[in-house]
């Protein structure tokens, strides 16, 4: 059957137009008034109707021209000017003033420098020298006893601590603020000067072989929390990482890609992204945004036992007994290799008296075995440590060490005969050399000067770079308050006992040195920009965190606090006269500052006697040391005093307060090995 859509075209039937029988000119009449009709309307509102489509097309052309002027231009000068009147209003918030009476220039010298410091921060430079702002010698110390085992890793994250420990412990610690806790406008509480506990967790060692279990199995050894305060991780012997929620310390995700222990994790800046570094010999990057694995760098020839990393998308690791020093560019998938290992030189600088003047015989050079901690300062700068106690300053831009500090913690007593040989009368010959203590722990303030350093001989130490980068220089060590000292036991190794320390600084209950091995360190800005000092965390053990070659049975497990105020503007523009200045005075002035005694042996060392025999060997050994350094200072303060006159006196005693008794120049001073 055939249709109209199946039929041929030449079978198709069309339809005809009807032949229109008006006349021809009625058929044209009504066309020609409609038009002329249309034609009065058009003409009539062509005025109106001429102004709106003018004004339709001006709003086109103004607002596409807007948008690609916001585009390109506009967009950047309106976000220019937001981000100068935010910058504007936290400073003065900052200051607590109002806009009226705050004098626009100093605000605009202000804004001027956070600006520095912004696009500082963002190009990776240094810019921050707050070392000699801070008196790290009026330290205030919080200790706070743990139970368990060694603790192994310390993390700061606003006003929160959290710890690890080799008992699968994971805890989170409310820091002490400095203002009372207030409620609806009235005290609720009293003013907390310890940390306070909050959270807490265990793993359990006999769930080992359930896959599902989410929380550690072994021993933990690091802890790293998230910059916006989400995410904390750690990391241990069982081979895991766990996510936790750091507000509940709830585990989120068990990440067992690692194939041996996880010894060292780092957040980057401003980010989500995680650094792990493994004894498998590879670093592996992790994003926690999704909770997913990302990549693995290899490279290393031995296990890699410390990373860290600033804001850019790289990390710089340390390869133990490859003793060398990583630089990964994970953009680019490159990295750079930096070689250490060596004893290092004496330094060549010209006119170097260190051991000619001070009396200090010249030391030994300790090879170095194993580059063990690493501390970013900025994108081109970084601190190693390692086992034969010296810290190294790299630069990206040189393959080997700009400079070297040796024997930053000193070294330790040689064991004693008994315990280096079995045989019933040991020979003398068997004594072995006194070792350098290793650097256990490392932690700068990231884009500043500054940083910090830890081992087991009783203190914190503190560090900075010189302005032209190229030199290490110490500063001081927490809560000790003579700088003679701490400059003799870094060069001389002498090492100041329990008992020396306590008859040489403030008597308060809870200034004392530090009885065991400092594992790790953690150090955060008090306010902006450190406008209130900063705070150190110390994880303090009785064992090594990676091992158990040795253990401190005196020691305690705990975590310590160190508050460390700014120096006063008087101190700082010499409005005031310091602690060591008055010392020195007095000390021109015919005062003994040793106490009574004319040996210069402090009155609680001299009357230890009985308990001499009650310590270690170790220990005995360490108190005939602070008893020699105690003799050796009280002759330098009096060769001040005899024989000199008033000018000189005065120069000799400014001498002594920079740690050079003999007189000498700053600049001649030991201060290292340089390369």
């Keep these: 059957m055939s249709s109209f859509f199946t039929a041929p075209a030449s079978q198709r039937k069309r339809k005809r137009s009807q032949p229109d029988d008006r006349p021809a000119a009625k058929r044209n009449a009504a066309p020609v008034q409609k038009r002329a009709e249309a034609r009065d309307e058009s003409i009539s509102g062509s005025d109106s109707d001429g102004e709106a489509r003018q004004n339709d097309a001006v709003d086109l052309d103004d607002s596409s021209s807007d948008s690609e002027a916001e585009d390109v231009a506009s967009k950047r000068i309106r976000l220019a000017e937001q981000y100068l009147a935010n910058t504007q209003r936290e400073v003065l918030v900052e200051e607590g003033f109002d806009a009226v009476d705050v004098d626009q220039e100093n605000l605009r010298a202000r804004m001027g420098?956070?600006?520095?410091?912004?696009?500082a921060e963002g190009k990776g430079k240094l810019y921050r020298w707050i070392a000699n702002d801070l008196d790290w010698s009026k330290a205030e110390q919080r200790t706070e006893k743990m139970g368990g085992l060694s603790v192994t890793g310390v993390a700061i994250q606003g006003r929160n601590a959290y710890t690890v420990g080799k008992d699968m412990t994971l805890s989170k610690w409310e820091l002490p603020t400095r203002e009372t806790p207030v409620q609806d406008g009235k005290q609720v509480g009293r003013l907390r000067t310890k940390p306070k506990r909050v959270a807490?967790?265990?793993?359990?060692?006999?769930?080992k072989n359930e896959r599902d279990y989410v929380h550690h199995v072994g021993a933990i050894l690091c802890v790293a929390a998230s910059q916006d305060g989400k995410f904390?991780?750690?990391?241990?012997l069982d081979k895991r990482i766990v996510i936790w929620d750091a507000a509940?310390?709830?585990p989120l995700k068990v990440f067992t890609q690692h194939r041996d222990s996880v010894s060292s994790l780092a957040f980057r800046r401003g980010t989500n992204q995680l650094f792990s570094a493994s004894r498998d010999r590879t670093v592996k990057i992790w994003s926690l945004d999704?909770?997913?694995?990302?990549?693995?760098?290899?490279?290393?020839?031995?296990e890699v036992v410390d990373v860290d990393a600033l804001g850019a998308e790289k990390c710089v690791t340390v390869g133990a007994r490859d003793r060398t020093a990583r630089q990964w560019k994970v953009v680019e998938e490159s990295q750079l290799v930096f070689r250490g290992g060596g004893a290092g030189s004496k330094s060549k600088t010209k006119g170097d008296r260190s051991t000619q003047n001070t009396g200090v015989p010249e030391q030994k050079a300790y090879n170095e075995g194993s580059m063990d901690r690493v501390a970013c300062i900025d994108d081109e700068t970084f601190i190693t440590g390692s086992d034969n106690g010296s810290l190294s300053l790299w630069n990206v831009h040189k393959k080997k060490a700009v400079f070297t500090y040796p024997l930053a913690h000193g070294l330790d007593p040689p064991l004693p005969l008994e315990a280096v040989s079995a045989e019933a009368h040991p020979k003398v010959t068997a004594l072995g050399d006194p070792q350098p203590r290793w650097i256990t722990a490392l932690r700068a303030i990231p884009f500043s000067d500054t940083f910090i350093t830890g081992s087991w001989d009783g203190v914190v130490r503190t560090w900075r770079i010189s302005e032209d980068k190229r030199r290490i220089e110490p500063v001081g060590a927490l809560g000790v308050e003579e700088p003679n000292l701490l400059h003799i036991d870094s060069v001389s190794s002498e090492t100041l006992s329990e008992d020396f320390a306590a008859a040489n600084r403030p008597e308060e209950e809870d200034r004392?040195?530090?009885v065991g091995v400092i594992n790790d360190l953690a150090i955060i800005d008090r306010g902006e920009r450190a406008k209130e000092g900063v705070l150190v965390a110390a994880a303090v053990g009785k064992q090594h965190r990676l091992g158990r070659w040795s253990e401190m049975s005196e020691a305690k497990n705990c975590l310590v606090l160190f508050e460390v105020p700014r120096r006063g503007a008087g101190l700082v523009n010499g409005g005031a006269q310091?602690?060591?200045?008055?010392?020195?005075?007095?000390?021109?002035?015919?005062?003994q500052e040793l106490g009574k005694g004319q040996t210069g042996v402090p009155a609680s060392a001299a009357n230890s006697e009985v308990e001499f025999d009650e310590r270690s060997p170790a220990s005995q050994q360490v108190v005939k040391e602070m008893r020699e350094a105690a003799e050796t200072g009280q002759s330098r303060k009096d060769h001040v005093v005899v024989g000199a006159s008033p000018s000189k006196a005065t120069a000799l005693s400014s001498d002594l307060v920079n740690g050079n008794?003999?007189?000498?120049?700053?600049?001649?001073?030991?201060?290292?090995?340089?390369d």
């Design 200 to 207: 807490y967790t265990r793993g359990a060692r006999a769930k």
């Design 512 to 514: 004392k040195l530090i």
């Design 290 to 302: 999704e909770l997913a694995y990302v990549e693995t760098l290899f490279g290393h020839q031995d």
């Design 661 to 674: 008794a003999d007189g000498e120049e700053e600049d001649e001073e030991f201060a290292g090995f340089d």
């Design 113 to 119: 420098e956070r600006l520095k410091e912004d696009s």
């Design 578 to 591: 310091s602690e060591p200045t008055k010392k020195v005075d007095q000390v021109i002035d015919g005062g």
């Design 232 to 236: 904390v991780a750690t990391g241990g």
């Design 248 to 250: 509940t310390l709830k």
